[in-house]
């Protein structure tokens, strides 16, 4: 017998064995004769007495530590140098708080934002509230390494990440009255800004495109390059992949590099965009080059009203959408849209017919003035024949 | 090959739906669930890493390496395998490389460390005794390709199905490789089996 197949029978009388089946008379005669099948069968039993070691014991508090969130080791000397430098300078020194456990973005830990100044208030971030969700929109909270799915009226803590699908979009309010709307493909934590007094909220955008309709308590922006502080406003941030674009429609907005001491003061109607260490030159910007969804409203060019209705129906999840709720009340004047329609329709049939009237008459006419001119020559000739 | 019953298809049914449950209250942070798992696995994943790297303090320390990456990780188990599969595959993985990490393939003979932590008399009579002291030096003498495998099964108590999936080997490779094990063991302990321990 050679050893391949030794094994292999030797294999099967483990099995069987294993199993604790009683072994087939082929395989019985093997085990009587086989050695190696004998060493297994004594290993097998001496296994089967084994008393596997256990631990000396463990602690709760090791638990406690492996499940706590870790926070990122502070570099105490970049404080440090940071807090001599804001001496020096004479200004605020800001510290960001590193998103906990995993973060989405490495930030530097100190931000000096000069000549940015803000009340001390008490911080509402807790309170942030979802308002309006579309698509699947997505919240990760720290600590934590799963999305939850987001919905109206969720309470958002601090540091909690927000994504935004595609082809979502999601509204948050503040509880002074501020509003966010987050477009699709935007990522942000909602967040704190700690200066040597106060706390401010602030959201950090990661990617994508936020609106800010802004009301009371102050609010911060920060994006990897700058920090953009609302002063009462409604404006736009647009976090591009290696610049930032800032839209300000109402109110004051500054905008404040991290690289640089460069800040700029934005007024109503003005845009500005800029990498981490271009110049901040404002443009103005034309009232006609606001996206109208910015303003949630829709602009419609060249289309009948009544034939804007009919291809907003034939998508009427967007009528559902208390985006567009004004666009609900056009509906109605649907109807008056299309009544025009038969309006029209009679007018223009009355119209033809007014032509056709006037075609008619003035065929009359003019076979009246046919005849009138037959008869005239039919007296010249017989005035020149003498009858 | 058994053929399973009704009453064992129910309770492997019972306990995959346990697992997803806890699965799912782990992914959701839930630091109770993750006591439980820590209480349900402990012991055999100690065992396993016991008799894997040779030395008790080692595998006392390897072992919160094993939970802390379950903790990490547990996003990432889409439930493909088994929870106990992929908790294994965690520990061979975290085993492997602390034993890479110490650069020794095997620990001698005589260095092998008897569990004397043990916290009551009773335990430490049982790990003292001589049977248990000598499968223990036995099986660390071992090469790694033979006791990898053989832990899994007879002390972790994994089956094949489940060892294939933590190695990457064929079943028959596993078969092949436990028997051939316990035969190398067997070598192993023939001279101490009829002495005396020192």
């Given at each position: 017998?050679?050893?391949?197949?030794?094994?292999?029978?030797?294999?099967?009388?483990?099995?069987y064995?294993?199993?604790?089946?009683?072994?087939?008379?082929?395989?019985?005669?093997?085990?009587?004769?086989?050695a190696?099948?004998?060493?297994?069968?004594?290993?097998?039993?001496?296994?089967?007495?084994?008393?596997?070691p256990?631990?000396?014991?463990?602690?709760?508090e090791?638990?406690?530590?492996?499940?706590?969130?870790?926070?990122p080791?502070?570099?105490?000397?970049?404080?440090?140098?940071?807090?001599?430098?804001?001496?020096?300078?004479?200004?605020?020194?800001?510290?960001?708080?590193?998103?906990?456990?995993?973060?989405?973005?490495i930030?530097?830990?100190v931000?000096s934002?000069?000549?940015?100044s803000?009340?001390?208030v008490?911080?509402p971030?807790?309170?942030v509230?979802?308002?309006?969700?579309?698509?699947s929109?997505v919240?990760?909270?720290?600590?934590?390494?799963s999305w939850?799915?987001?919905?109206?009226?969720?309470?958002?803590?601090?540091?909690?990440?927000?994504?935004?699908?595609?082809k979502?979009?999601?509204?948050l309010?503040?509880?002074?009255?501020?509003?966010?709307?987050l477009?699709?493909?935007?990522?942000?934590?909602?967040?704190?800004?700690?200066s040597?007094a106060?706390?401010?909220?602030a959201?950090?955008?990661?990617?994508?495109?936020?609106?800010?309709?802004h009301?009371?308590?102050?609010?911060?922006?920060?994006t990897?390059?700058s920090?953009?502080?609302?002063?009462?406003t409604?404006?736009?941030?647009?976090?591009e992949?290696?610049?930032?674009?800032?839209?300000?429609?109402r109110?004051?907005?500054?905008?404040?590099?991290?690289?640089?001491?460069?800040?700029?003061?934005?007024?109503?109607n003005?845009?500005?965009r800029?990498a981490?260490?271009?110049?901040?030159?404002?443009?103005?910007?034309g009232?006609?080059?606001?996206?109208p969804?910015?303003k949630n409203?829709?602009k419609?060019?060249?289309?009948?009203?009544?034939r804007?209705?009919?291809?907003?129906?034939?998508?009427p999840?967007?009528?559902?959408?208390?985006h567009l709720?004004p666009v609900?009340?056009?509906?109605?004047?649907?109807v008056?849209?299309?009544?025009?329609?038969?309006?029209?329709y009679?007018?223009?049939?009355?119209?033809?017919?007014?032509?056709l009237?006037?075609?008619m008459?003035?065929?009359?006419?003019?076979?009246?003035k046919q005849?009138?001119?037959?008869?005239?020559?039919?007296?010249?000739?017989?005035?020149?024949?003498?009858? | 090959?058994?053929i399973?019953?009704?009453?064992?298809?129910?309770?492997?049914?019972?306990?995959?739906?346990?697992?997803?449950?806890?699965?799912?209250?782990?992914?959701?942070?839930?630091?109770?669930?993750f006591?439980s798992l820590v209480?349900?696995?402990?012991?055999?994943?100690?065992?396993?890493?016991?008799?894997?790297l040779?030395?008790?303090?080692?595998?006392?320390?390897a072992?919160w390496?094993?939970?802390?990456?379950?903790w990490?990780?547990?996003?990432r188990?889409?439930?493909?395998?088994k929870?106990?599969?992929w908790?294994?595959?965690?520990?061979?993985?975290?085993?492997?490389?602390?034993?890479?990490?110490?650069?020794?393939t095997a620990?001698?003979?005589?260095?092998?460390e008897?569990n004397?932590?043990?916290?009551?008399?009773?335990?430490?009579?049982?790990?003292?005794?001589e049977?248990?002291?000598?499968?223990?030096?036995?099986?660390s003498?071992?090469?790694?390709?033979?006791?990898?495998?053989?832990?899994?099964?007879?002390?972790a108590?994994?089956?094949?199905?489940?060892?294939?999936?933590v190695?990457?080997?064929?079943?028959?490779?596993?078969?092949?490789r436990v028997?051939?094990a316990?035969?190398?063991?067997?070598?192993?302990?023939e001279?101490w089996m009829?002495?005396?321990?020192?």
């Amino acid at each position: 017998m050679d050893e391949s197949t030794l094994n292999l029978t030797c294999l099967q009388v483990a099995e069987y064995r294993e199993l604790g089946k009683a072994l087939p008379e082929a395989l019985a005669s093997h085990w009587e004769s086989c050695a190696d099948c004998h060493a297994v069968g004594e290993i097998d039993n001496l296994l089967e007495h084994y008393a596997p070691p256990k631990m000396s014991g463990y602690s709760r508090e090791r638990l406690v530590e492996i499940t706590k969130p870790k926070l990122p080791q502070a570099n105490w000397w970049r404080y440090a140098v940071a807090a001599a430098l804001a001496c020096l300078i004479g200004g605020n020194l800001y510290l960001r708080r590193p998103p906990a456990f995993s973060p989405v973005a490495i930030l530097p830990q100190v931000r000096s934002h000069g000549s940015i100044s803000v009340p001390a208030v008490s911080l509402p971030v807790s309170s942030v509230m979802v308002a309006v969700v579309e698509g699947s929109c997505v919240m990760r909270q720290p600590g934590q390494s799963s999305w939850k799915p987001l919905h109206p009226q969720d309470r958002l803590t601090p540091e909690s990440t927000i994504t935004i699908p595609a082809k979502g979009r999601l509204r948050l309010t503040y509880p002074d009255g501020t509003e966010m709307v987050l477009l699709g493909n935007t990522q942000g934590t909602l967040d704190t800004i700690t200066s040597s007094a106060d706390g401010v909220d602030a959201f950090f955008l990661v990617r994508g495109k936020i609106f800010v309709h802004h009301h009371g308590n102050p609010l911060v922006i920060l994006t990897a390059d700058s920090a953009i502080e609302a002063i009462g406003t409604e404006f736009s941030v647009h976090q591009e992949k290696s610049s930032t674009h800032v839209r300000v429609f109402r109110g004051l907005v500054r905008v404040k590099l991290v690289s640089s001491e460069n800040s700029a003061m934005m007024r109503e109607n003005e845009e500005l965009r800029f990498a981490p260490q271009s110049k901040l030159a404002v443009k103005r910007f034309g009232v006609q080059q606001v996206d109208p969804w910015e303003k949630n409203e829709i602009k419609v060019s060249y289309l009948k009203e009544g034939r804007m209705v009919e291809t907003l129906r034939r998508v009427p999840k967007h009528l559902n959408s208390p985006h567009l709720a004004p666009v609900q009340r056009l509906e109605s004047k649907s109807v008056q849209s299309l009544e025009n329609h038969s309006q029209n329709y009679n007018r223009h049939a009355n119209r033809l017919e007014t032509k056709l009237e006037d075609q008619m008459k003035n065929f009359e006419e003019h076979a009246r003035k046919q005849q009138e001119k037959l008869l005239e020559e039919m007296k010249d000739y017989d005035q020149s024949v003498g009858r | 090959m058994t053929i399973p019953t009704s009453n064992t298809l129910m309770l492997t049914e019972k306990a995959m739906e346990q697992d997803e449950l806890l699965v799912r209250r782990l992914k959701n942070g839930d630091h109770e669930a993750f006591e439980s798992l820590v209480e349900a696995y402990r012991p055999r994943i100690y065992a396993t890493l016991y008799n894997l790297l040779g030395r008790y303090q080692e595998a006392e320390e390897a072992i919160w390496d094993v939970f802390s990456e379950i903790w990490k990780s547990i996003g990432r188990f889409k439930g493909e395998s088994k929870l106990s599969t992929w908790i294994y595959s965690l520990t061979t993985h975290v085993a492997y490389h602390r034993r890479r990490k110490r650069g020794a393939t095997a620990i001698p003979f005589e260095e092998i460390e008897p569990n004397v932590a043990a916290p009551s008399n009773l335990e430490t009579d049982v790990l003292r005794h001589e049977e248990s002291r000598l499968v223990e030096k036995g099986i660390s003498a071992l090469p790694e390709s033979l006791r990898v495998p053989l832990v899994l099964h007879s002390i972790a108590g994994l089956d094949y199905e489940e060892i294939s999936k933590v190695l990457k080997l064929p079943v028959g490779a596993l078969k092949t490789r436990v028997w051939r094990a316990k035969l190398e063991l067997k070598k192993v302990l023939e001279p101490w089996m009829n002495q005396p321990s020192t």
